[in-house]
Structure formats: C-alpha cells, structure tokens
C-alpha cells in the first residue's frame, strides 16, 4: 500500500504558528530570541539551557563550599606582599591574627553575604597592608625623634622608663612612660626627673557638692594658696 502523502509544513505570518496537515501547533509562546526564519531555534535554545545548568551548577558547588556557620570562618594570612617602603618592627604581630573582639561581628557578616573562605581571605591581606602601611609610618617617626636625641636616645629613653617604674605605681609610670611619644617630651621629662625628689601622694580632695557657690569659691582659693 502506497504510503500516505504528507502535507507540507506552513508557518503562518499572523500568529506564527505551524501548520502540519490538519493540525496547528502554536510558537507564539517561544521568546523571539528563540526564533529562527520563523521557526523555533531549538539549537540556540539548547544552548542557552546548558548555559543557565552550567550556572545552576556552579551556584550549588559555591553554597557547599560556604562555611556553614559565621565561627567556621578562618582568619589566615599567606605570604603578603608590602608595598615599597613598609616594614614591620622585628616581632610584630598584626592585630587581625590576635582575638580581636570585632571579628565575631566581621564574621557574620562574610556570612550573612554567603562570602567564600577565599574571598575572606583576600579582604584580610587588605586589611593586613592598611594596617602594617600604618604600622610602618609611626615605626619611622619614633625612629626619626630617638635621632632627634643624639646617638644615646634609645639609652635615655631606657633610663626615663626606669626611673619612672622605679618611683611610681606600674600604673602610673606604664600611663605616663606612654605618653613620651616625641624627643621634646622625653627631654621634658628628663627636667622633671632630675631633681630625683620622691614622689608624695597628693592629698584627697573634699567633696564640695555639698558647698555654696560663694564656700566652693573660697574652698578653691585656699587650696590654691597651699600649691
């Protein structure tokens, strides 16, 4: 028995839609980008699927890699490169590897925009040059006011620091010793020290909360008077 002959395939201009024999399929639902001499391009929508599963894919391999809870972060450092010029003093530990209590909360947010561990740690080599530039500058202006004290400042500074935990609280002395940030200070304090008088407790205020104006006023003067 002869086969059948099959009716020719027509693509109507109106509604785009496919004439085979006596049935009509419909293409008026395929994007535009999807079509081709007015038929659907299945070879560029084959692509473009395999495409968007490519990225479906890479999303998923991303958010198994994401650490599950903010504490699950790692704070490490590889081998940094500092710019021209920045060094650290011998035996410096950059503040970000210590347990600095604003971590948790830099953590969580790592978290909460699903970073991964190794964009963290990029964003740490960051902050690990901002912070050793800054390291850098003040190590150079100490160094340059212990030459501003001739060649036996870093002896003198030695000598302040002595004498002040020698005579005072380690409080105090740690409090003041801190203080001596330029080469001007530390010859102010040479003055003060030479005299080598021991230190006397000051004597405890009277609470004058209690005072009149014109008492407080006349309270004030008195204990001027005394030096």
């Known amino acids: 028995m002869p086969d059948e002959a099959t009716e020719p395939t027509e693509v109507t201009e109106a509604t785009g839609a496919e004439a085979t024999g006596t049935e009509t399929v419909d293409w008026s639902f395929v994007p535009e980008t999807f079509i081709k001499d007015d038929v659907p391009d299945t070879g560029a929508f084959r692509a473009r699927y395999d495409e968007l599963a490519a990225q ?28 021209e010029g920045v060094t650290l003093p011998e035996g410096y530990e950059l503040s970000i590897l210590k347990d600095d209590p604003d971590l948790p909360a830099l953590k969580q947010v790592f978290h909460d925009h699903k970073l991964p561990q190794e964009a963290v740690d990029r964003i740490m080599e960051v902050a690990a040059i901002r912070e050793a530039r800054q390291v850098s500058t003040l190590e ?16 003198r500074i030695d000598t302040v620091k002595k004498t002040l935990d020698a005579r005072l609280p380690p409080e105090l002395a740690a409090d003041l010793y801190s203080g001596i940030t330029t080469a001007a200070a530390l010859r102010g304090m040479e003055k003060l020290l030479e005299g ?32």
Do not use: F
């Open 140 to 155: 150079a202006d100490r160094t340059e006011q212990i030459g501003k004290l001739g060649p036996d400042g870093q002896s």
């Open 56 to 83: 479906a894919a890479q999303a998923e391999e991303a958010q198994a890699a994401l650490p599950e809870s903010p504490d699950k972060y790692e704070i490490r450092l590889g081998e940094l490169e500092y710019p």
């Open 196 to 227: 080598g008088r021991k230190v006397v407790p000051s004597t405890p205020s009277r609470n004058t909360s209690d005072m009149k104006p014109m008492e407080r006023l006349e309270y004030g003067l008195r204990q001027r008077a005394k030096g």
